[in-house]
């Protein structure tokens, strides 16, 4: 399973990695699942792409990486619950799926 996650891992993006790890970052703390990572001002090109079209799924990547659960490393679970783009605010936000071992995904994602 952890080998499945490292491919995963390794396909994403720079900037879905970088989110990947501000979501991670924020939730732990936090202790809150929902993120609002402020995409107008960290990465204003991908925010433009969102302001013509935000139903338009740019991190496909990020938001189909998949995880065992903390009580079953053998049963799959998406990482993020959900994944919106809030036009008002130019912010990306994300849900952190709270069933995903999150504690050792930040492990992998840190090293």
Do not use: W
Not at 51 to 56: G, T
Request: proline share 4%; glycine share 4%.
């Amino acid at each position: 399973m952890e080998s499945d996650l490292q491919k995963q891992l390794s396909a994403l993006s720079m900037y879905e990695r970088a989110i990947l790890m501000f979501c991670l970052r924020a939730y732990f703390s936090s202790g809150n699942y929902t993120n609002k990572l402020p995409l107008g001002e960290m990465l204003p090109d991908v925010a433009a792409i969102f302001d013509v079209n935000p139903s338009v799924n740019v991190f496909i990547k990020l938001s189909e990486l998949q995880m065992g659960t903390s009580a079953d490393p053998q049963t799959s679970v998406n990482v993020f619950d959900a994944m919106t783009y809030d036009k008002g605010q130019r912010q990306l936000v994300t849900v952190l799926n709270k069933q995903a071992d999150l504690k050792t995904l930040l492990k992998i994602v840190d090293h």
